[in-house]
């Protein structure tokens, strides 16, 4: 169990404390739920009015709210609240499984790959033909590395993963439980004869950037030709679906259940929320945001925000709204 005093923790966030507790903070909790050795936040001014009733000893908080601690208790004052606890986070998070050995003895790995320093391959794992490992990988059970497939240094791949042939995936990436890399895209025409549809095959492949991370069971597809393309710091959440030849530029977020159609193009710094549905060839530009639930049928400026389903503007969707619900009254 991690163990900090206040002083500790300020020396980490290196905000201002304001006041003291003799309680040790051993942990994180909502400021609800906290007991007086967790530590809370509070980043917004609707939370302050609970922090008279919580336990917790110690609160990280923004120093734009006017609150005082009060007796045993502190505060570390700080410009965000929620940055700083993503970094004291960081100092609580428990040891990740460990590995025995560094290669399991029933682990699969072909004789032509290309093995780095530090690497680490779990029970079960599959490495294909002329895949190269880069120093300090990690590979837990039951991954799957198909033939001719790069991983840079320091990409971590957790369980029930599978990467497909030819894949290129870049340094200090994060792939969750059951994440599938470069598998066929869905491309189907009609048969000539009227029966039946005909697989159109996908030669591409993947390629993903440096400090990638995606969720569980979520889909990057194969291109049809070229190249499936996920930028350096995108974030891809739970459910996800990434269809072929769809182009991410840098820092994209895409929240749960969201889906990009075959050949989306995303600009640097898009936001899908979760649910939303992207129409194939659309392109949404650089710092647009994709509302939940919303559909995409055309494409999107730079920076705009879209809402509804078809997406249109989100001020033009809210008084659409808005009029309806005082039709609804009528």
């Given at each position: 169990m991690h163990s900090f005093t206040v002083k500790q923790i300020n020396e980490i966030l290196k905000g201002e404390q304001v006041g003291n507790t003799t309680y040790s903070i051993t942990g994180v909790n909502e400021i609800r739920n906290a007991s007086n050795s967790d530590l809370?936040?509070?980043g917004n001014r609707k939370y302050a009015k609970f922090w008279a009733a919580s336990n917790a000893s110690v609160a990280i908080i923004n120093d734009t709210i006017d609150l005082q601690p009060g007796d045993n208790r502190a505060f570390i004052k700080v410009k965000n609240a929620d940055l700083a606890m993503a970094r004291l986070l960081e100092a609580f998070q428990p040891e990740t499984p460990?590995?025995?050995?560094?290669?399991?003895?029933?682990?699969?790995?072909?004789?032509?790959?290309?093995?780095?320093?530090?690497?680490?391959?779990g029970a079960h794992c599959y490495v294909?033909?002329?895949?190269v490992l880069g120093d300090g990988v990690v590979l837990y059970h039951n991954v799957s590395i198909f033939d001719d497939t790069t991983i840079g240094p320091k990409t971590v791949v957790w369980s029930g993963t599978v990467i497909?042939?030819?894949?290129?995936?870049?340094?200090?990436?994060?792939?969750?439980?059951?994440?599938?890399i470069g598998a066929d895209g869905f491309g189907y025409r009609p048969a000539d004869d009227g029966r039946g549809l005909v697989k159109i095959p996908h030669i591409g492949n993947v390629i993903i950037g440096n400090g990638v991370e995606i969720g569980a069971n979520s889909c990057v597809d194969r291109a049809k030709f070229n190249s499936t393309i996920v930028g350096d710091g995108c974030k891809i959440d739970n459910l996800v679906q990434i269809a072929h030849n769809c182009i991410l530029g840098r820092s994209c977020i895409m929240a749960g259940h969201s889906g990009l159609a075959g050949s989306v193009t995303l600009g640097d710094g898009v936001i899908i929320g979760g649910s939303a549905s992207i129409k194939d060839h659309t392109v949404i530009e650089s710092g647009a945001t994709i509302g939940a639930g919303s559909g995409v049928m055309n494409d999107v400026?730079?920076?705009?925000?879209?809402?509804?389903?078809?997406?249109?503007?989100?001020r033009e969707m809210l008084k659409q709204w808005v009029a309806l619900r005082k039709l609804a009254k009528k």
């Amino acid at each position: 169990m991690h163990s900090f005093t206040v002083k500790q923790i300020n020396e980490i966030l290196k905000g201002e404390q304001v006041g003291n507790t003799t309680y040790s903070i051993t942990g994180v909790n909502e400021i609800r739920n906290a007991s007086n050795s967790d530590l809370t936040f509070i980043g917004n001014r609707k939370y302050a009015k609970f922090w008279a009733a919580s336990n917790a000893s110690v609160a990280i908080i923004n120093d734009t709210i006017d609150l005082q601690p009060g007796d045993n208790r502190a505060f570390i004052k700080v410009k965000n609240a929620d940055l700083a606890m993503a970094r004291l986070l960081e100092a609580f998070q428990p040891e990740t499984p460990a590995f025995n050995t560094d290669i399991h003895a029933t682990a699969v790995v072909d004789d032509t790959a290309t093995i780095g320093k530090g690497v680490k391959i779990g029970a079960h794992c599959y490495v294909g033909k002329n895949v190269v490992l880069g120093d300090g990988v990690v590979l837990y059970h039951n991954v799957s590395i198909f033939d001719d497939t790069t991983i840079g240094p320091k990409t971590v791949v957790w369980s029930g993963t599978v990467i497909r042939e030819r894949s290129q995936i870049g340094a200090q990436c994060i792939f969750h439980t059951n994440v599938s890399i470069g598998a066929d895209g869905f491309g189907y025409r009609p048969a000539d004869d009227g029966r039946g549809l005909v697989k159109i095959p996908h030669i591409g492949n993947v390629i993903i950037g440096n400090g990638v991370e995606i969720g569980a069971n979520s889909c990057v597809d194969r291109a049809k030709f070229n190249s499936t393309i996920v930028g350096d710091g995108c974030k891809i959440d739970n459910l996800v679906q990434i269809a072929h030849n769809c182009i991410l530029g840098r820092s994209c977020i895409m929240a749960g259940h969201s889906g990009l159609a075959g050949s989306v193009t995303l600009g640097d710094g898009v936001i899908i929320g979760g649910s939303a549905s992207i129409k194939d060839h659309t392109v949404i530009e650089s710092g647009a945001t994709i509302g939940a639930g919303s559909g995409v049928m055309n494409d999107v400026k730079a920076g705009q925000t879209v809402l509804g389903y078809p997406a249109v503007d989100s001020r033009e969707m809210l008084k659409q709204w808005v009029a309806l619900r005082k039709l609804a009254k009528k």
